[in-house]
């Protein structure tokens, strides 16, 4: 339904890259760590190795109990998925897209 590259605020001073998706039935996150380099095999080894790992989540739609509007700074377009395992606080385009698309499947 929807997909886009986003940032997901892991906490307060961890920001990764990632992709939001929005399915007929989910809202996925793929999000891994990034910035890990350095010269030859062994540097591009490590940044496989890191960003291998993913850090985001996987959610059915029914299992979301809210989503709000965030701030982080001076951003607004903060998106709050709050679900019984905790919150994820993302950094979308636009919160009122992503919130008016998760009300319409809820």
Same mark, same amino acid.
């Given at each position: 339904?929807?997909?886009?590259?986003?940032?997901? /605020? &892991?906490?307060?001073? $961890?920001?990764?890259?990632?992709?939001? &998706? /929005?399915?007929?039935?989910?809202? #996925?996150?793929?999000?891994?760590?990034?910035?890990?380099?350095?010269?030859? /095999?062994?540097?591009? #080894?490590?940044?496989?190795?890191?960003?291998?790992?993913?850090?985001?989540?996987?959610?059915?739609? $029914?299992?979301?109990?809210?989503? $709000?509007?965030?701030?982080?700074?001076?951003? *607004? $377009?903060?998106?709050?998925?709050?679900?019984k395992e905790g919150e994820y606080r993302i950094v979308? *385009?636009?919160?009122?897209?992503?919130?008016? /698309?998760?009300?319409?499947?809820?």
């Amino acid at each position: 339904m929807k997909e886009e590259k986003v940032g997901y /605020l &892991k906490s307060k001073a $961890n920001l990764l890259q990632g992709t939001l &998706k /929005l399915t007929d039935d989910r809202l #996925i996150l793929e999000a891994h760590k990034t910035g890990v380099g350095g010269m030859g /095999l062994l540097g591009s #080894i490590l940044k496989r190795k890191v960003e291998k790992e993913n850090y985001g989540f996987d959610v059915a739609l $029914n299992e979301i109990e809210g989503v $709000n509007q965030g701030k982080q700074g001076l951003q *607004k $377009n903060i998106l709050e998925v709050k679900t019984k395992e905790g919150e994820y606080r993302i950094v979308v *385009k636009s919160y009122d897209e992503w919130a008016n /698309l998760l009300s319409q499947t809820s």
